[in-house]
């Protein structure tokens, strides 16, 4: 790679200077104590070893300490560093120093950054391998049993076949929504955006979800009667798994015989927001800003006991924002949680 030069003549002057000052006064002095003092003379002098001393310690510089610098820059420039291969070299010593301080500045940061992928992948891959590993192990147990002789016991055929079954399903919805996730972190939303009714995509989850609330006592239920259409413009199949999804996750954690409550509220004139209300077991203050990472679980020991992928709430934020919208995250532990998010409303 060639380098540039960017010189700086401000060592070799100043050091002159030094030099020159010094060995008129001495010669001055020399000259009062032993001869005759001649002004023009020690003039000459002082002038004469000013530009001796500019020149030979210019040089001496240049090949002894700018030559070092730039084999710095050749090794730091293999870094890849576009700070250090877009600027010239610059021979000054505190121009080198900032900037030798800032790339080691950048590159703490992204070392830090690396760090916490590494510690971010190393997370994902367990959570993957254990949310895979249980359904896989549950269904190879069933299986096996058969092939031992279970197989000519009809009833018990019939029974281990139908949990196999059921752990086939939790493996291809696991598949399911990592394909998703895996195409909204990419971008690939490919939103279908029409008109329509936001109160009738919450009843049709509610008609959905009804026998799964039953089984905890839970109610699903607006805070009020809507009787007008609440009119929104969004991607209609989005938006109701992004509701399913609330709706589901209130449901799994929520107290039995508890209470979910949908609330659709006017924020500005051409929004709304959509609260769904659990008053279950509530979610601690820490956990709160990685409740939409991919498989983080609040409870980490009974969780996985309730079902599901682990990638709902991180599909809800990745949905969301692709509308170019936001959603909020409110809970208070014993008391329940409240999750919320905007759409833009038409009429």
Do not use: C
Not at 61 to 74: G, L, N, S, T
Not at 85 to 99: F, G, P, V, W
Not at 311 to 324: F, M
């Amino acid at each position: 790679m060639a380098i540039n030069f960017k010189k700086s003549y401000k060592f070799a002057l100043k050091s002159s200077l030094y030099i020159m000052l010094f060995s008129a006064a001495f010669l001055a002095v020399m000259m009062y104590f032993f001869m005759e003092l001649h002004w023009d003379f020690i003039i000459i002098f002082a002038i004469s070893l000013f530009i001796f001393s500019f020149f030979v310690l210019q040089y001496r510089v240049e090949h002894f300490i700018y030559r070092r610098v730039k084999k710095i820059y050749d090794d730091v420039s293999l870094l890849e560093s576009s700070t250090f291969r877009n600027k010239s070299i610059t021979t000054d010593m505190a121009t080198l120093t900032r900037e030798v301080q800032k790339f080691a500045q950048d590159k703490k940061f992204e070392i830090e950054a690396l760090k916490i992928r590494e510690e971010y992948r190393r997370e994902f891959l367990g959570n993957v391998s254990h949310e895979l590993k249980t359904p896989l192990f549950t269904v190879q147990g069933y299986l096996l049993t058969l092939l031992d002789g279970a197989m000519n016991d009809k009833v018990l055929r019939k029974k281990y076949l139908q949990r196999a079954e059921k752990g086939v399903e939790r493996l291809i919805y696991i598949v399911q929504d990592l394909d998703m996730i895996t195409k909204l972190e990419i971008g690939d939303l490919n939103l279908n955006y029409t008109r329509f009714n936001i109160v009738e995509v919450v009843q049709n989850v509610f008609d959905l979800l009804e026998m799964k609330a039953d089984k905890k006592g839970i109610m699903l239920m607006f805070d009020m009667k809507y009787i007008k259409p609440i009119m929104v413009y969004a991607d209609r199949e989005k938006i109701q798994q992004v509701v399913t999804n609330l709706v589901v996750n209130s449901i799994k954690y929520g107290r039995e015989n508890g209470t979910t409550e949908v609330a659709i509220e006017d924020l500005i004139d051409n929004k709304i927001i959509i609260r769904v209300k659990d008053n279950g077991e509530g979610i601690e203050k820490k956990h709160i800003p990685r409740l939409f990472e991919r498989f983080y679980r609040v409870d980490k020991s009974g969780a996985r006991t309730e079902g599901g992928s682990g990638l709902g709430l991180s599909i809800v934020k990745h949905v969301v924002e692709g509308h170019d919208e936001k959603i909020y995250v409110e809970s208070k532990v014993g008391q329940g949680s409240e999750f919320s998010f905007t759409l833009e409303k038409t009429k």
